[in-house]
């Protein structure tokens, strides 16, 4: 008997979920979000030592749906994304900051992965450059 009652209960509870009010976004579940860059490469070019690390990746969101990232996930520690939270409307541009740690020296190519709910899954950007000694 108590079996019983607990699946009625639990039935009545999933038919609830399925039958959810519309949300806001739901007008826009047959369209796709699409996350197009200006550049997938930033090239610090040379630089020294300690010097502006900070760059950034301009995108628009060229579909017809609201787009968001969930994640931006770096190759290592020395590189530091920072991005908006809040949904990308469709024709609405964003930004991906990232700041590279310059104490390193040398040559360095480096990626950015950008997890969202846009066509074509997980976009990989890049970054590069050569740090030489301050003078």
Do not use: H, W
């Not at 020395?78 to 590279?100: H, Q, R």
């Not at 310059?102 to 450059?129: C, D, H, P, Q, Y």
């Amino acid at each position: 008997m108590k079996r019983t009652l607990n699946i009625a209960i639990l039935l009545i509870l999933a038919l609830g979920f399925f039958n959810a009010a519309p949300t806001e976004f739901d007008k826009y579940d047959s369209k796709i979000a699409i996350m197009k860059f200006k550049t997938e490469v930033v090239d610090y070019g040379t630089i020294t030592q300690d010097s502006e690390s900070k760059r950034l990746f301009l995108f628009t969101n060229t579909g017809d749906a609201p787009l968001l990232i969930t994640k931006v996930k770096t190759s290592c520690g020395c590189t530091v994304p920072s991005y908006s939270k809040a949904p990308i409307m469709p024709n609405e541009t964003g930004e991906l900051n990232i700041k590279y740690d310059t104490k390193r020296l040398g040559a360095f190519t480096k990626t950015v992965t950008v997890m969202s709910n846009a066509e074509g899954g997980n976009k990989i950007l890049k970054i590069k450059g050569n740090i030489v000694p301050s003078k």
